[in-house]
């Protein structure tokens, strides 16, 4: 019987499905980050979510793991090596339809200054001509990544009658309806709107630098739901003040624990937190009751048929 510790929290589906397909199921939702080591001896699956970065150190006890499950999009808090020989798989599916409705929420949001016309509002200011919005048709989007979430909200802005760009390193061949497979010079030089959907690598660290600024075609709006660490927080202020940017909505932040913020680091934070260009939410563009039972959904079926291949063994 294949045995799976859950360390974070799931929906109860994930342990029902996995319990029904004859897994025995540890759930170990409180389980302090320090004890998880000491709990993998006889373990064949290890759940996470964001709880805990899987590192190394981690397997510094013998143990029998042949899956590492990330009940989330990505597996960037996922770093072990090869010489393990453990698979790594995520749930992306899971959340991709919720990630692409609030980034299409941020960008109506975006175009039409919806934060400065709400605040506006409510000082008793009635400023009409100051927030004439944008329509979507009028415009070109971007995105950048065309995997689960790229591909949705590509699917979500058709009806708008914009324009879509679409550049995706690794895959060619996604023209669907009016999205537009294009190269990255391309999406830079013509989009009014940028949205970013890849995973956090060595690669796209960083990626939202002053370069990135730099090199666009003229102010745009950007979007980014994917991985706060795509950006470069003090390039993001240097083109706020440039005027780079016509609007920045942001669900990610390079640095999450605002609680711990301080000195330098908590100024340019506040600064970012008061520009009136800025729309932010705390990463929840995926946080939907929907997604939250379809990740464990994704998650369940995997890890099944994982096992159920006659060659894993």
């Not at 998880?36 to 979510?49: E, G």
């Not at 698979?87 to 919720?98: F, T, V, Y």
């Not at 929420?105 to 506006?120: E, G, T, W």
């Not at 802005?157 to 996604?174: H, V």
Request: glycine share 6%.
């Amino acid at each position: 019987m294949r045995s799976v510790l859950i360390i974070d929290d799931v929906h109860p589906i994930l342990i029902e499905r996995l319990e029904k397909a004859g897994f025995l199921v540890r759930y170990l939702p409180e389980i302090h980050p320090d004890n998880v080591s000491a709990q993998l001896a006889d373990i064949d699956v290890l759940v996470v979510r964001s709880k805990i970065r899987v590192t190394d150190s981690l397997l510094k006890f013998p143990n029998s793991l042949k899956l590492i499950a990330r009940a989330g999009s990505g597996t960037d808090n996922i770093e072990i090596s090869e010489k393990h020989g453990i698979h790594l798989i995520s749930a992306p599916e899971g959340n991709a339809q919720a990630v692409a409705e609030h980034t299409l929420m941020f960008i109506l949001a975006l175009v039409n200054k919806l934060k400065s016309a709400d605040y506006s509002v409510g000082k008793f200011q009635w400023l009409r001509e100051q927030h004439r919005g944008l329509e979507l048709a009028e415009l070109t989007v971007g995105i950048i990544g065309h995997g689960h979430v790229g591909s949705a909200l590509a699917k979500l802005l058709q009806p708008f009658g914009c324009r879509i760009l679409a550049y995706d390193k690794y895959k060619t061949g996604f023209e669907f309806g009016k999205t537009e497979a294009c190269s990255y010079q391309q999406l830079m030089e013509h989009s009014d709107v940028i949205s970013f959907h890849v995973p956090l690598t060595s690669e796209t660290q960083s990626w939202i630098n002053d370069s990135w600024f730099q090199s666009l075609g003229k102010p745009v709006f950007l979007v980014n739901t994917a991985r706060g660490e795509l950006l470069d927080l003090s390039a993001l202020l240097n083109a706020l003040e440039s005027n780079h940017l016509a609007g920045v909505a942001l669900d990610v932040l390079p640095n999450e624990k605002l609680s711990k913020i301080e000195g330098l680091e908590r100024v340019s934070y506040e600064k970012l937190f008061q520009h009136p260009k800025v729309l932010l939410t705390p990463h929840v563009a995926g946080w939907t009751t929907a997604s939250y039972k379809k990740i464990s959904e994704v998650l369940a079926e995997k890890i099944i048929s994982h096992f159920a291949d006659t060659n894993i063994k």
